[in-house]
Structure formats: C-alpha cells, structure tokens
C-alpha cells in the first residue's frame, strides 16, 4: 500500500523470498488505485535450493585403533563446490568431540569456489560411533553428512607365547643360526608394524632381523 505524488513515479518491489523449493505459475495479482481503475497481472517464480555440492554425504572410517597421543588419526577431506550462478555461504553446525573434529568455519563460496573441510576419526573407546554434521545453507536450509566408525585396540602379538623368549644357544664364532617367529593380527585393522628401534640396539650384538617394517592385514600372520 502506498500513494503516487502528482506528477512523480513509484516503483514497487515485489520479493519471492522461498523457505523450501516452490514454484509459482501465473500466480494471479492485482493493482487496485483506489477509486481508481485495477490492473490485473499475473505472476511466476521457482524456488530451488542453492547448487552446492557435497564430495560426500557419508563416511565409514571402518575399524580403527584406539587414539594414542602422537598417532597418525584417521583423516578425511570433504570438498564443497559451489555449481551455482550466486553466492552461497554455509556453516557446520558441530561442536567438536574427543574423537571427532571438523576443522571448518562459516565461509562464503562465489560460483565455481570450492572449499575443504578436515575430518579427523580419533576413536576412545572400544565401541561404534556414529554421529551426523549439520550443514546450515544460506541460513535456510541443512544438509546432513553422516559418519561412522570403530575403536579397536591393537592386537598384534606372537603367534606361539612360548617364543616370548628366544634362546640362540651355543653359537660357534663365524657361523650362522637362523631363527624365525609367526607374528599373529588378531584385531580387525590393519596393523602398519615397525621394530628399527629393536634392531638398532641388536645389531650391536650381531643379531640381524628381517623385516624391519612391515604390514599385517586383518588376522593375518607373518614370519
């Protein structure tokens, strides 16, 4: 509602401002000049969601040991890429946990940015997790990207206990004894394994282990 002084222009604003996806076809308005004629029109509009795209929705990080300060944690990199003609501004709503982080702050991406977003699994307890990052979309709307994962502890060890200790016995000067040991991976992750502490000080007392680095998968053994 408003008034046209004498002689003067008025330009008069209409604003579609949807909440969900919404289309309007030949929508039916009027101009009503009060004791005056009417101006019938009418009106169309779509209402869509901003174009941004999710590298992922969701994330199993698997099986994976105990956290341990200084440990290499499970990481993952989500990329948002903005596939829109405008704007698009986003924001993870999550408060960081334990053994959960989501190196993200609100950030504003023009058409065509993209943007990486840090997750990092750091599992405490022996248990499944699952948790869901809310991503809030130009403050109308949120996108869900669920996580999942599992904390094991590490369960490498001797296949035969009786190998606990190992006697060479009598060794003659200049010959060579050659002894082997089964290593067992009795947890379900896979188990990167290295002794070059170990070897460094037994080589001082000519004792040679091979390997000195090595991977065992899932309940798998080696010699």
Sequence with gaps: KGSVPKGEKVQVDMAFHPTTEAHLHDHAAVLHIINGPKYPFLVSAAGRRPLLHFSFQKMDFGACFLYRQGA???????????????????????????????????????????????????????????????????GLYRVSVDIKGSGHDCDVSLANPSQFNYSFGAVKVGSVVDRRVKL?????????????????????LDIRIRPTEFTLRPKDQIE
Excluded: W
Excluded at 100 to 127: C, H, W, Y
Excluded at 191 to 201: D, E, F, H, K, P
């Design 72 to 138: 290499q944690p499970a990481v993952a990199v989500l990329r948002l890429t903005n596939e829109d003609a405008h704007d698009i501004t986003y924001n993870a709503l999550f408060d960081n946990k334990p053994y959960l982080e989501v190196d993200s702050s609100p950030t504003n991406l023009a058409p065509g940015q993209s943007a990486e977003i840090r997750i990092t699994f750091m599992p405490r307890e022996l248990k499944q997790y699952d948790e869901h990052i809310e991503f809030e979309i130009n």
């Design 184 to 204: 067992r991976n009795s947890s379900p992750v896979l188990a990167q394994c290295t002794i070059l502490q170990s070897v460094m000080r037994l080589e001082e």
